[in-house]
């Protein structure tokens, strides 16, 4: 049988999934003794990589069958994923630690940050931003204006609209695409033919568990 990676490639183009790749790169807060970041980093924020630039592909999902192999091996944790990443996509070179949004769908977040703090910023790319409420001694919950979003999730508000005091605590809601990082490669016989690349199986694990201690 002669293989046709370009078959394959239009293929998983016609059935998969829109997302968006991003490279990893070691940050150099980690402590080169000890492996770990620092959690005041301002730059990665304590994950201990950066992701300075993206780009837009397209990965399958393959059978459940695939997914319960993984599952099996033991190192499974809920929430992972694995996808098949086309050979003549620039993401086909995708490493550990890169991140992928996955551009199809959108999902619910609420999270509380500190006005003024280092680390006020949201880890991950917001679609849209719903509501932002905060605590006062004298009215209870008060609502504020949306804020803007620049590229690097840091958040500003217009001038002359309602935004939190500084040093209070606030909570802000909002809708995101769901965002993961590669964990490590599927085993696989082979990843060319004859010089050409064939379409790689990965494992995502929720951006969110990145760095997370148990």
Same mark, same amino acid.
């Given at each position: 049988?002669?293989?046709?990676?370009?078959?394959?490639?239009?293929?998983?183009?016609?059935?998969?999934?829109?997302?968006?790749?991003?490279?990893?790169?070691?940050?150099?807060?980690?402590?080169?003794?000890?492996?770990?970041?620092?959690?005041?980093?301002?730059?990665?924020?304590?994950?201990?990589?950066?992701?300075?630039?993206? !780009?837009?592909? !397209?990965?399958?999902?393959?059978?459940?069958?695939?997914?319960?192999?993984?599952?099996?091996?033991?190192?499974?944790?809920?929430?992972?994923?694995?996808?098949?990443?086309?050979?003549?996509?620039?993401?086909?070179?995708?490493?550990?630690?890169?991140? !992928?949004?996955?551009?199809?769908?959108?999902?619910?977040?609420?999270?509380?940050?500190?006005?003024?703090?280092?680390?006020?910023?949201?880890?991950?790319?917001?679609?849209?931003?719903?509501?932002?409420?905060?605590?006062?001694?004298?009215?209870?919950?008060?609502?504020?204006?949306?804020?803007?979003?620049?590229?690097?999730?840091?958040?500003?508000?217009?001038?002359?609209? !309602?935004?939190?005091?500084?040093?209070?605590?606030?909570?802000?809601?909002?809708?995101?695409?769901?965002?993961?990082?590669?964990?490590?490669?599927?085993?696989?016989?082979?990843?060319?033919?004859?010089?050409?690349?064939?379409?790689?199986?990965?494992?995502?694990?929720?951006?969110?568990?990145?760095?997370?201690?148990?």
């Amino acid at each position: 049988m002669q293989l046709n990676p370009d078959s394959f490639n239009a293929f998983l183009a016609d059935i998969g999934q829109q997302v968006t790749w991003s490279q990893a790169f070691a940050c150099p807060c980690v402590n080169p003794a000890s492996g770990q970041p620092d959690t005041r980093c301002p730059h990665c924020l304590g994950k201990g990589h950066l992701w300075p630039a993206s !780009v837009d592909t !397209v990965c399958g999902v393959p059978s459940q069958k695939t997914q319960q192999q993984w599952a099996a091996s033991g190192l499974w944790t809920d929430g992972d994923i694995v996808v098949t990443v086309p050979g003549n996509s620039a993401m086909w070179a995708v490493g550990p630690f890169d991140r !992928v949004t996955m551009r199809n769908g959108a999902e619910r977040f609420s999270t509380s940050l500190v006005r003024g703090a280092p680390t006020e910023r949201l880890l991950f790319r917001a679609e849209s931003i719903e509501r932002v409420f905060w605590l006062s001694p004298a009215r209870g919950i008060v609502d504020g204006a949306l804020p803007l979003m620049d590229a690097y999730g840091r958040l500003s508000w217009p001038a002359g609209t !309602v935004e939190p005091p500084p040093g209070a605590s606030y909570s802000i809601t909002g809708k995101r695409h769901p965002e993961y990082y590669c964990l490590v490669e599927m085993p696989s016989s082979r990843n060319e033919h004859s010089g050409v690349p064939l379409p790689r199986r990965v494992v995502l694990r929720r951006f969110d568990l990145l760095g997370r201690r148990a």
